[in-house]
Each structure stands twice: as C-alpha cells, then as structure tokens.
C-alpha cells in the first residue's frame, strides 16, 4: 500500500525559506515520478513542481528559481526546497505519486492516485 507522509510546512516571513519532506513507502520508487502541488483556500489545485524517475524535474512558472524539488532514493524522501517565499505561496502542500505520465502531464493533479494529507504553508508580508 502506498503510503505518502509530508512534513516541514510552517508560518514564515515573506523573503524565507521552508523545506518540505514526503517519506514515501509501498511502492518501487524508482519507477515512479512524484510532484508536489498546493491548493489554496477557493483555488484549484495546481502542480508545483515534479521529478521524473529518471530525475527530470519541472517547475510551474510561478516558482521558477525559487523553489527546488530533489529526492532521496536511499531514503526513499521527496523533498522541495522553497527559497525567497511569497504571501501567494500560501497554502496546503502535497506530496503525489504515481507511474510516469508522459512528461508533459507531471504537473497534472490528476495524473497522480497517490497522496499525502498536506502540509500547511503559510507566508506573511
């Protein structure tokens, strides 16, 4: 059974930083892609960033440069690393998982079954 666990949100200052963490059991991971995504209070979800099984990763444009996904594979983690935080980053992020899409669906909510209960972000002016 997969299992997606996330960890790391908290409150910041606009300008700081947060690292997220999803530990991940249950599955091959190496031939699985994982994503992370948020959703903010009356929006949609949206992809935030992921990471081909090959290490390929993508970012929405809104976080371009400023936040990093990576993975452990030696402890099975995902992590995304969030640098110069903004008031609009604020919301619940989740951690996704599931069998490669093609590379332009990584993005796409619903390409994954597979997911975390969220962590909260939020940054302040």
């Known amino acids: 059974q997969v299992q997606l666990v996330e960890s790391g949100g908290g409150s910041v200052q606009a300008g700081g930083s947060l690292r997220l963490s999803c530990a991940a059991s249950?599955?091959?991971?190496?031939?699985?892609?994982m994503g992370w995504f948020r959703q903010a209070p009356g929006k949609e979800r949206e992809g935030v960033a992921a990471i081909d099984s090959d290490g390929s990763t993508s970012y929405v444009d809104s976080v371009q440069g400023r936040f990093t996904i990576s993975q452990d594979n030696t402890k099975n983690t995902l992590y995304l690393q969030m640098n110069s935080l903004k008031p609009e980053d604020t919301a619940m992020y989740y951690c996704a998982a599931d069998r490669c899409p093609g590379w332009w669906l990584l993005l796409r909510p619903d390409e994954y079954n597979y997911w975390g209960q969220g962590t909260q972000v939020t940054v302040s002016s």
């Open positions: 249950g599955y091959s991971y190496s031939v699985y892609c």
